[in-house]
Antibody, heavy 121, light 110 residues
Framework: EVQLVESGGVVVQPGGSLRLSCAAS????????MHWVRQAPGKGLEWVSL????????YYADSVKGRFTISRDNSKNSLYLQMNSLRTEDTALYYC??????????????WGQGTTVTVSS | NFMLTQPHSVSESPGKTVTISCTRS????????VQWYQQRPGSAPTTVIY?????PSGVPDRFSGSIDSSSNSASLTISGLKTEDEADYYC?????????FGGGTKLTVL
């Protein structure tokens, strides 16, 4: 069974840092691009970042560029999101998502259940 | 970057057909595939349409997708509505270095 399990979400003060993790299983992790997508309370989905299969390409939403860093460890089947200079508007449920099997477009086909990040003083 | 605009909400009766639109602000809707996700309350999103009009296995054929270049929009049509279809629906597309979601449409089946 293909599975993504996020962890690391906590309550953190504005200006603080946090690292989210996503453990993947049931598929060949290093074959796929991976994404982070977030959803603020009561709001819609917002794409945050993606990383190519080998980590060679990374892209970010403008809202997090320069503050967040996506990375992966294919030997551990794990995806990460290092979040620095956190703001109250970063409060959200953060989903890890696997990209689709086709190599010619971006679209998610498997999602985790999410981990909650709350930025509050 | 471009934006994808969806209606905030739609409602229809069981057994009827509903269409949710997704309009691209700039660039051609046909230049990049559109995906549609269903999100029920308290659950993660799941794919109902990929590559504009393809259904994943397990998604009923009541769900269909299309694109219309004249209006630069994509549409998700759900026929024979069931109460279990009540959910939020998001369109999604991309360019070479980013992914874009629509704002989401709340479908009420009443």
């Amino acid at each position: 069974e293909v599975q993504l399990v996020e962890s690391g979400g906590v309550v953190v003060q504005p200006g603080g840092s946090l690292r989210l993790s996503c453990a993947a299983s049931g598929f060949t992790f290093d074959d796929y691009t991976m994404h982070w997508v977030r959803q603020a309370p009561g709001k819609g989905l917002e794409w945050v970042s993606l990383i190519s299969w080998d980590g060679g390409s990374t892209y970010y939403a403008d809202s997090v560029k320069g503050r967040f860093t996506i990375s992966r460890d294919n030997s551990k089947n794990s995806l990460y999101l290092q979040m620095n200079s956190l703001r109250t508007e970063d409060t959200a449920l953060y989903y890890c998502a696997k990209d689709n099997p086709a190599d010619y477009y971006y679209g998610m086909d498997v999602w985790g259940q999410g981990t909650t990040v709350t930025v509050s003083s | 970057n471009f934006m994808l605009t969806q209606p905030h909400s739609v409602s229809e009766s069981p057994g009827k057909t509903v269409t949710i639109s997704c309009t691209r602000s700039s660039g051609s809707i046909a230049s990049n595939y559109v995906q549609w996700y269903q999100q029920r309350p308290g659950s993660a999103p799941t794919t109902v349409i990929y590559e504009d009009n393809q259904r994943p296995s397990g998604v009923p054929d009541r769900f269909s997708g299309s694109i219309d270049s004249s209006s630069n929009s994509a549409s998700l049509t759900i026929s024979g509505l069931k109460t279990e279809d009540e959910a939020d629906y998001y369109c999604q597309s991309y360019d070479s270095s980013s992914v874009v979601f629509g704002g989401g449409t709340k479908l009420t089946v009443l």
